[in-house]
């Protein structure tokens, strides 16, 4: 798996006070622009190091390292940004616990009744597979039984997609303006890239087929003040169990070196750049997207990896699968290594 490519741009940020640059005559308003930006420091830490890292409120003009917000921003926002206290945040207005909204929400089949435990025949394909972990297959998640307990799984996911104005979709999506269908071809990868195997294929579709009659795997999505949206186990997960595919639009990365997302995924690195693809889950996706990296700087951050992220190709498409690679407790937190083999991603000042 490897990292999406994200350039800092510069913006409204605020200059080195420290600057080791030879003194230069400075006009009257260069010198009225330095005197400013002299007292600029974080007001998280207080200190004014790093200035290329700091960020300026576009109301108050105050200034807050980028690694110093919770939650971090990986990257200078394009648009306007406005601190805490200038923005007035409302609390997140939970997503109804209604069987008829959700269901219509995720667009599960309509012959679905949410209030019913999962299918027999689905648990004893289920049971097989597990049989067949000695030979590293892949398995197909376990949904919660409960079906009180799914409609709440499904609600905080929906929560957090309405929040971001993200509209889920649980596949990738070819938009006109982006990358096409064609332009997905693992042959272009770098070195290769491996096939996954039909028995795998096998469970993959197994995992999509119930989601869509709404038997979803046993995730939580929650809200925390330093990571925010984030994703934790509801039950148990054994290791090698699929439990998302990552999905969002598919798009060249030549056309999103500039983009402010933090949230995009590589789908193929190509030896020619031109044709390296990125997955964008900023207007559609699914709960791979709130799934959080770990910090690789530090022996407690990679402690808390519990996920891998594969890319496979899937019957002549590249996917991208985040699967388990260690049995995972309920109420553990996801995880797993944005930067794989690179190590671009600024993930040093994660929590």
């Known amino acids: 798996m490897a990292a999406a490519k994200i350039l800092k741009r510069k913006r409204f940020q605020a200059l080195n006070p420290l600057s080791s ?20 420091h974080c007001e998280e830490c207080g200190s004014g190091d790093n200035a290329n890292e700091l960020l300026l409120c576009d109301k108050c003009d105050l200034g807050f390292h980028l690694y110093c917000l919770r939650p971090i921003l990986v990257s200078v926002p394009k648009d306007s940004w406005f601190c805490a206290a200038c923005t007035q945040d409302k609390k997140l207005k939970k997503f109804p616990l209604v069987q008829t909204k959700i269901v219509d929400f995720f ?11 999962p299918c027999k ?38 929560t957090a997609l309405t929040t971001t104005g993200t509209k889920f979709s649980n596949y990738l999506t070819y938009v006109d303006g982006l990358a096409p269908r064609s332009a997905n071809n693992p042959t272009l990868e770098d070195g290769g890239m491996q096939v996954l195997p039909k028995e795998d294929i ?49 798009d060249f990365l030549k056309n999103r070196e500039h983009d402010d997302g933090d949230s995009m995924m590589t789908l193929i690195s190509a030896s ?19 799934i959080n990296g770990i910090n690789n700087h530090s022996p407690e951050g990679r402690k808390k990896q519990n996920l891998k992220c594969v890319r496979f190709n899937v019957n002549g498409e590249c996917r991208v699968l985040l699967i388990a690679n260690r049995d995972i407790k309920k109420g553990e937190r996801l995880y797993y290594d944005y930067n794989g083999l690179e190590q671009e991603y600024p993930t040093e000042h994660f929590v």
């Open 202 to 250: 096998d469970t993959l579709n197994l995992c999509k087929s119930m989601m869509e009659r709404g038997e979803w795997p046993p995730l939580l999505v929650v809200f925390d003040p330093q990571e925010g949206f984030t994703v934790e186990a509801d039950k148990p997960i054994k290791d090698l169990t699929i439990i998302t595919e990552y999905t969002g639009d598919v």
């Open 107 to 117: 667009r599960i089949h309509r012959s679905s009744d949410l209030t019913q435990k």
């Open 121 to 158: 025949d689905i648990r004893k394909r289920r049971k097989s597979l597990v049989m067949s972990k000695k030979k590293r297959k892949l398995l197909a998640f376990n949904p919660t039984e409960n079906p009180e307990r799914r409609l709440e799984q499904m609600a905080s996911l929906a």
């Open 272 to 290: 020619d750049t031109s044709q390296s693809l990125v997955i964008c889950p900023d207007k559609r996706g699914n709960i791979a997207r709130y």
């Open 21 to 40: 640059a030879k003194p230069q005559k400075k006009t009257h308003q260069k010198i009225e622009e330095d005197e400013e930006y002299d007292d600029t």
